[in-house]
């Protein structure tokens, strides 16, 4: 909370656009398709696509863009385009990318409605955390970074905020979601440490796309090397709580399984199955940024460079860091959201123990991350 006051962001009702980045498209719909020599080139085939405006000062218009070679249009396609007008006062159209408003409204109705028949109240809860989450992000982080705060700051206020709202929201007000949600701080600070010892390191500058570079001319004095480190830790975050929220779920039906268990028993049965789920999900985040970088990395390949001096382009290397630093991360919530886990158990084993709602462990649902107040 003292974090959140610090680095809130001012107002910025004021900024401006000097570069005139900000546009204003204007809906259209596509049409005609044609074939024809390019105005601009009358040697090439361009592909001349005729739209009607439907938004904007100038609705009801009829307007052409050309595009070079065999284009992605079609009749009927809804597109967005932005009016300028010409040295000779002419009114010209521009493309500006097609709109796509409706499929995205359709994918995020399915997977809000994927996520609550199958979670039902606990998937609703998760939606709402993501709104949570979300809403922290643009409100806060982004806005906050803007105004020049110190970007590993921002980073783990804002990840702290996401994570104590998107667990609590999807898993309740319980002891099991309290030693997760230490857990994922716990981690979280392992992570940025490395993250910010290895990207110093490595000499990493964070100019590593357009948008980067964008910023910097823009002259916002947003430190590229603190996005970057920003980056990691909430990159991180959404993988950890995953891990960290298992974990003390599966102490927890362990215990419930064997109540008589030791500690040192429990704590190692329960390593046992973070193993396998740490060895799968490094894994799948080491090829989600294998898939986000395959382009550049297929670039490399057609030149024929080699793979040591692939790794060490800051590019790649930034990526390699990102995925390693997050993977050291996510090994060590196992051991500490286990221990932690561990540590708020009752010490008589064998006492059944008593939820919030008066049942006992072994009465309540295996879903439930509910301990109650006994396990405190």
Excluded: K
């Excluded at 009016?83 to 994918?107: C, H, K, W």
């Excluded at 991180?236 to 419930?256: F, M, P």
């Excluded at 008589?260 to 193993?275: E, T």
């Amino acid at each position: 909370m003292l974090g959140a006051i610090v680095l809130w962001p001012g107002d910025r009702s004021g900024g401006g656009d000097p570069l005139g980045l900000a546009a204003d498209p204007a809906d259209a719909r596509v049409t005609a398709v044609n074939e024809g020599a390019c105005a601009s080139v009358p040697e090439s085939v361009c592909q001349i696509v005729t739209f009607d405006v439907n938004s904007g000062d100038h609705a009801g218009s009829v307007g052409t863009i050309e595009t070079f070679g065999s284009g992605d249009f079609s009749t009927g396609d809804r597109i967005r385009v932005i009016a300028s007008t010409d040295t000779n006062g002419q009114m010209v159209y521009s493309f500006f990318d097609f709109e796509r408003s409706t499929p995205m409204l359709i994918l995020l109705l399915l997977f809000v409605a994927a996520v609550i028949v199958l979670g039902r109240w606990r998937g609703l809860g998760a939606i709402a955390g993501l709104a949570g989450s979300l809403f922290v992000i643009v409100m806060f982080a982004l806005p906050s970074l803007v105004d020049g705060n110190n970007a590993i700051a921002v980073a783990l206020v804002t990840a702290g905020a996401v994570a104590i709202v998107a667990l609590y929201l999807a898993h309740g007000v319980t002891a099991a979601t309290d030693v997760a949600l230490l857990s994922t701080f716990a981690s979280l600070v392992l992570t940025g440490a490395l993250a910010w010892i290895f990207v110093r390191a490595g000499h990493l500058t964070g100019f590593t796309d357009d948008a980067t570079f964008t910023l910097d001319a823009l002259g916002t004095g947003i430190d590229p090397r603190g996005i970057l480190l920003a980056g990691i830790v909430i990159g991180s975050l959404g993988v950890l709580d995953d891990v960290t929220v298992t974990q003390v779920s599966a102490v927890g039906e362990l215990h419930r399984a064997r109540p008589d268990s030791s500690r040192r028993d429990l704590f190692v049965s329960a390593l046992h199955i973070g193993r396998d789920h740490i060895s799968s999900t490094v894994n799948t985040l080491f090829l989600a940024y294998a898939g986000a970088t395959l382009p550049l990395l297929l670039l490399f390949s057609e030149i024929n460079e080699s793979v040591s001096s692939v790794a060490t382009r800051e590019i790649v290397a930034t990526e390699i860091v990102r995925a390693v630093v997050g993977s050291i991360g996510l090994v060590a919530s196992v051991p500490i959201s286990t221990w932690l886990a561990i540590q708020v158990l009752p010490s008589n084993r064998a006492a059944p123990l008593r939820s919030e709602r008066g049942a006992s462990w072994r009465e309540q649902d295996p879903n439930d991350l509910n301990w109650g107040d006994d396990h405190l």
